[in-house]
T-cell receptor
Framework: AQTVTQSQPEMSVQEAETVTLSCTYDTSENNYYLFWYKQPPSRQMILVIRQEAYKQQNATENRFSVNFQKAAKSFSLKISDSQLGDTAMYFCAFDPTGTASKLTFGTGTRLQVTL | DTAVSQTPKYLVTQMGNDKSIKCEQNLGHDTMYWYKQDSKKFLKIMFSYNNKELIINETVPNRFSPKSPDKAHLNLHINSLELGDSAVYFC?????????????FGNGTRLTVT
C-alpha cells in the first residue's frame, strides 16, 4: 500500500519570507503523479502544483515550486514571498495509476502566514 | 460559473435517516469522485466513476451508494446514517482517465449526524 507522510503538522512563516513543506512517500511504482493541494479556511480544495514522476524537471507555478527527489521519494513544496492568502492546510497527494482511484493524501500541514 | 458544485453545503440529520448529496460539474470532465474528510482533516477516496465504470473503495460501507444519471452528475446516497458518518464530503472531477489529471473539488458538504 502506498503511504504519504507529511512530518510537519503545523508551520508558521512571516509575510514575504520563504517556507518549505516536506512530503515523503513510499511506493514500488516507477511512474506516478504527485500533487500539492491547499485547503484555506473556506474549505475548498485547490490544486497548487502537479509533478509527473518521469519528468526530471521540478514543477513550478509562480511562487510555488517543488523539489522532487525520486530516489529519496521526497516531494517538498517551497513557497516564496509568502502572502497572507497562503494561510491554509497543505496536502501532499500521491497517485500511482493516474486515475485518482488510488490517490492517497498525506495528513496535511497547517501553514500560518503572519505579518 | 461554478465548476464543481455540490448541495447542500451543510446537512444536519438524525441517526437512522437517509440523505443525499448532489454534485454537478460543468467542466466536461469524464471522471467524478467522492471523498470523505474526517475530523482530523484526513481525506480518503470513497468512489470514482468513469464512463459508467464504478470503482468502489472497499472500506466504504454499502450504506453509501453513488448514483450517476449522466456524466455531469454524481450524487451520493447514504442510508441509515450513523454518528460516525459525520464528516465533510467532497465531490471532485478530473479531465481524463489514466492521465494524472488533477482533481477539481467542490466546496464540500458538512454532514452532522446527531
Amino acid at each position: 500500500a502506498q503511504t504519504v507522510t507529511q512530518s510537519q503538522p503545523e508551520m508558521s512563516v512571516q509575510e514575504a519570507e520563504t517556507v518549505t513543506l516536506s512530503c515523503t512517500y513510499d511506493t514500488s511504482e516507477n511512474n506516478y503523479y504527485l500533487f500539492w493541494y491547499k485547503q484555506p479556511p473556506s474549505r475548498q480544495m485547490i490544486l497548487v502544483i502537479r509533478q509527473e514522476a518521469y519528468k526530471q524537471q521540478n514543477a513550478t507555478e509562480n511562487r510555488f515550486s517543488v523539489n522532487f527527489q525520486k530516489a529519496a521519494k521526497s516531494f517538498s513544496l517551497k513557497i516564496s514571498d509568502s502572502q497572507l492568502g497562503d494561510t491554509a492546510m497543505y496536502f501532499c497527494a500521491f497517485d500511482p495509476t493516474g486515475t485518482a482511484s488510488k490517490l492517497t493524501f498525506g495528513t496535511g500541514t497547517r501553514l500560518q502566514v503572519t505579518l | 460559473d461554478t465548476a464543481v458544485s455540490q448541495t447542500p453545503k451543510y446537512l444536519v440529520t438524525q441517526m437512522g435517516n437517509d440523505k443525499s448529496i448532489k454534485c454537478e460539474q460543468n467542466l466536461g470532465h469524464d471522471t467524478m469522485y467522492w471523498y470523505k474528510q474526517d475530523s482530523k482533516k484526513f481525506l480518503k477516496i470513497m468512489f470514482s466513476y468513469n464512463n459508467k465504470e464504478l470503482i468502489i473503495n472497499e472500506t466504504v460501507p454499502n450504506r453509501f451508494s453513488p448514483k450517476s444519471p449522466d456524466k455531469a452528475h454524481l450524487n451520493l446516497h447514504i442510508n441509515s446514517l450513523e454518528l460516525g458518518d459525520s464528516a465533510v464530503y467532497f465531490c471532485a472531477s478530473s479531465r481524463e482517465w489514466r492521465s494524472g489529471s488533477p482533481l477539481h473539488f467542490g466546496n464540500g458538504t458538512r454532514l452532522t449526524v446527531t
